[in-house]
């Protein structure tokens, strides 16, 4: 008896795989392919921030494996509402950026579902702070880490903590695809 599930992390695309149920053995039966890319170019790792009060904000962090350490541009993502998860994800886009030298980073502050539903409620209406405060957190964990911040994510988010925040954000205005134009 078996099972199928997919699979898919900064660094692997989404890949399905059947699993033994008595046994737990693993067979992958189908990866996407990403043809003339070596996978193993790139490492990907999740740090843990430490936020204003004292809560640990998960961040996972994607680069090139080669990136030497200190002053990478970096690219943070994240969206902290309405109990949406925002799992790691494979992108082929985002490896242009990678090769580049970017660090690109994937925030989940309080008001996402990451980590449960207590997480959730620590993030909405009154306790809205604590999102934009997880967001500095893990942009100042980053830089304090090497990286330098070159852009935010989601508009109001990343407006609220770049706002919120110090001067790591370099003064670049967050931006989000084509509604760059309208800020």
């Avoid at 692997?12 to 053995?25: C, K, M, Q």
């Avoid at 980590?115 to 957190?137: C, M, S, V």
């Amino acid at each position: 008896s078996s099972v199928r599930f997919t699979m898919q992390s900064l660094t692997r695309p989404l890949t399905v795989y059947s699993a033994d149920v008595h046994t737990g053995e693993r067979t992958e039966l189908k990866r996407t392919p990403v043809p003339g890319v070596d996978l193993s170019a790139y490492t990907s790792t999740r740090h843990w921030a430490t936020a204003a009060d004292g809560a640990k904000v998960p961040v996972d962090i994607v680069h090139r494996a080669d990136l030497a350490a200190g002053g990478a541009p970096l690219v943070v993502y994240a969206y902290g509402s309405y109990e949406a998860s925002t799992p790691p994800w494979f992108s082929v886009a985002r490896l242009s950026l990678l090769d580049r030298g970017v660090v690109w980073a994937l925030a989940h502050p309080r008001g996402g579902g990451e980590l449960g539903r207590e997480w959730y409620l620590q993030g909405p209406l009154l306790h809205k702070r604590n999102t934009f405060d997880d967001t500095i957190a893990c942009v100042q964990h980053l830089t304090h880490h090497g990286a330098d911040i070159g852009l935010g994510a989601h508009i109001g988010l990343g407006h609220a903590a770049a706002q919120r925040g110090d001067d790591r954000f370099g003064g670049d205005r967050p931006q989000v695809g084509d509604q760059q134009g309208v800020l």
